[in-house]
């Protein structure tokens, strides 16, 4: 969701600076009729489409990856299983985040062994009383630590965009595929 988010936000700032310079074939004349669109597909051509915008992304974030100049700013995506799903989706993040994630899981774990090892070990079955904890969990969560630089985060990939023409380009070829993949979606699965 974060990722789906953080996509529409970087879409819709770097299109704010790009349009002027955009000129789109075949434009229509304001008062002329665009006609019909006939919209046919299965599932397949959804799920093509959907592979289509992975490696979209994927081009995005190769070519904002070689132009960033902050390197906690690279971006990096991985197919990952969702909890309570077979299905593999992509999801990216910057290295700043990856960073802030796997410094609470140290920190939590270091917590945690610090108190199996002065209580004794870790409880188990039922006691009369709960595990006494000595020390205290990570200060700051990670979701803090990300929210913290996340203005910065987004200015540096607008700013970063917004200098290449090639980015702009990749987001609105993206853009284009995610309208005619709605577009085909609803007419598919319409409910009537």
Avoid: H
Wanted: hydrophobic share 40%.
């Amino acid at each position: 969701m974060k990722t789906r988010r953080c996509w529409l936000y970087l879409f819709l700032c770097a299109c704010s600076a790009a349009l002027p310079m955009v000129s789109f074939a075949g434009e229509a004349e304001p008062n002329q009729s665009l006609g019909e669109v006939v919209v046919q597909g299965s599932r397949i051509e959804l799920a093509k489409m959907r592979a289509q915008m992975v490696v979209l992304e994927q081009r995005f974030f190769e070519r904002y990856n070689a132009l960033n100049p902050i390197d906690d700013f690279d971006v990096y995506c991985n197919m990952e299983l969702r909890t309570g799903t077979r299905v593999k989706r992509q999801s990216c993040r910057s290295v700043y985040e990856n960073r802030a994630f796997e410094r609470e899981g140290r920190e939590y774990l270091q917590f945690l062994q610090s108190n199996a090892i002065t209580s004794g070990g870790p409880v188990i079955g039922l006691t009369a009383e709960p595990p006494m904890m000595i020390g205290a969990p990570p200060a700051q969560t990670a979701e803090f630590e990300i929210g913290a630089r996340r203005k910065e985060y987004q200015q540096n990939m607008i700013k970063v965009t917004r200098a290449d023409p090639q980015l702009i380009e990749l987001l609105r070829e993206r853009s284009e595929l995610i309208q005619r993949y709605n577009t085909l979606q609803k007419a598919k699965f319409r409910r009537n």
